[in-house]
């Protein structure tokens, strides 16, 4: 039986080297992101749902390469509950089968589906010119299966549980968070710790310390931070300016008009960070198997980076910045970026940023030096960056200068990024 099963793996192995060079071209893999990328920016998903849509439709690629690709290892029996999903019966192209895939499940958790399909045409006709008639839709029903395997497992996560409790009231009590102009938005995700983690054990396994005290005494550290952010937006240099604005990320930033209110769509925090996975594969020529492993650890660390974000958030229900400092210091003052819907403690982006720079630190190594683009669809320059961490905690400190983060949840969400990146390496087994 030994001996059969190192035959099959031996046979399976050189089927791959032998796949045509342009199956394994990632190129159509990048541009399904891009594509779901722009949906999720039209449907002005919130970060946390944004980073689920990604992780789901990523690791959908990913699972379905696997099965063509012994090399690396299946998310089956490394990810709780991820379902056994069958191999193929007939032969496919498994690049055209990764993408379908991707792109169904991203179909299947976006608002705007006919948006979505319009780029799935696109993509695939890439396919039909390469592909038999009957290698093309044998290779469209294999991605569809897997697709249709892992959006049932989605659907399991209580994603759908979360849209139907009660409004969220905030605390009227005194240093707790409240909604911020200029719209005064209600709470977003409040009940996201109530989602299924992809790795992590639960919501609260990697804890940010007690938030500091809230304070109005002149004397304490919580108005001592508030002086920091309040001295920064007063004298923040071009420079500081310009990473702010780089780093703002915000799908929820509302401009005013009169009595008229502009949405300015943005990518989300996650969305970025995808951004710079892709920029890190096409820069070392990455083939679509690594391509959609970098995809996809990047896309879990962000999913549960989240989670335990958001259960500390409303946890200590921390007041932002601006509330304090107009309530009990400069009643004028304003941040320079639009403070986002959700309370303080801890930093969203310093989570996040962390804990995907310290997966993709691992992938590429820990000089990777990259120019990252992202922003340039948004009338942003591109940003030169010496490592993936140089540019974690620029996002991190970005926060600072933006106005919208004391320098204790920026510190703390990078020390929760920091443990939740090095478990997700200690858990998942690509090779």
Known sequence: MRQLLLSILLLNQLAYAQVNAWEKDATPLHRAQKALTEVIIHDIFSPPVASRIYAYANMAAYETLVKQNPAYHSFYQQVKTFPNIPGPTKRICASLAAVNAFLITGKGLVFSEKVMQDSINNILKWYSKKLSPKEFNTSMQYGQQVAEAVIKWAGQDKYKETRSLRRYRFLKEEGKWIPTPPVYMAAIEPYWNRIRPILIDSCNQFMAATAVPFSTDTSSVFYQQAVEVYNTGLHLPTENRAI???????????????????????????????????????????????????????????????????????????????????????????????????????SGHSVVSTAAATVLTQLFGDQFAYDDNTEVDFGLPVRHFSSFTDACNEAAISRLYGGIHYRAAIEEGQKQGSSLGRWILGKIRLM
């Not at 820069?283 to 996809?296: E, L, R």
């Not at 980076?305 to 958001?310: A, D, L, T, Y």
Request: hydrophobic share 40%; proline share 7%; with cysteine.
């Open 244 to 346: 702010a604005s780089f780093w703002d990320c915000n799908p929820f930033a509302v401009t005013m008009d009169g009595h008229l209110n502009f949405a300015a769509k943005k990518i989300s925090p996650g969305g970025h960070w995808i951004s710079i996975a892709g920029v890190a594969c096409r820069n070392t020529n990455a083939d679509i198997m690594k391509s959609a492993a970098v995809y996809s650890m990047t896309a879990i660390a962000l999913f549960d980076g989240f989670i335990i974000c958001w259960d500390e958030k409303y946890r200590s229900n921390v007041i932002r910045p601006e509330t304090y400092i107009n309530k009990y210091m400069d009643e004028s003052w304003r941040p320079l970026l639009q403070t986002p819907p959700f309370p303080e403690y801890s």
